[in-house]
């Protein structure tokens, strides 16, 4: 028999362009309380994952241009 724990779950969108792209997923023990600090900061990784990958995307976009235009 599985006995499996309560957690506190909290889900903070990642956007590309303002657009809704994936879901940043946390979980911890349900006895733990939410700051706010910890979700701005929570929203802030958000965030900043959303920049990185839209960043890596123009990076591949700009080397396969490079690459044709060879």
């Known amino acids: 028999v599985v006995h499996r724990q309560p ?3 909290i ?6 362009a303002g657009q ?4 940043l997923y ?4 349900p006895n733990s309380q939410t700051q706010n ?6 929203q802030t990784i958000a965030g900043q ?7 890596a995307q123009l990076i591949d976009i700009d080397q ?3 690459t044709v235009h060879q």
């Not at 889900?11 to 590309?16: A, G, H, L, M, T």
Request: glycine letters at 6%; aromatic letters at 6%; hydrophobic letters at 50%.
């Open 7 to 9: 957690v506190r779950e």
């Open 11 to 16: 889900y903070v969108p990642v956007q590309i």
């Open 20 to 23: 809704p792209f994936a879901i």
């Open 26 to 29: 946390v979980a911890s023990e």
């Open 37 to 42: 600090s910890e979700t701005t900061a929570l």
């Open 49 to 55: 994952i959303g920049i990185g990958i839209e960043n």
């Open 64 to 66: 396969v241009s490079a």
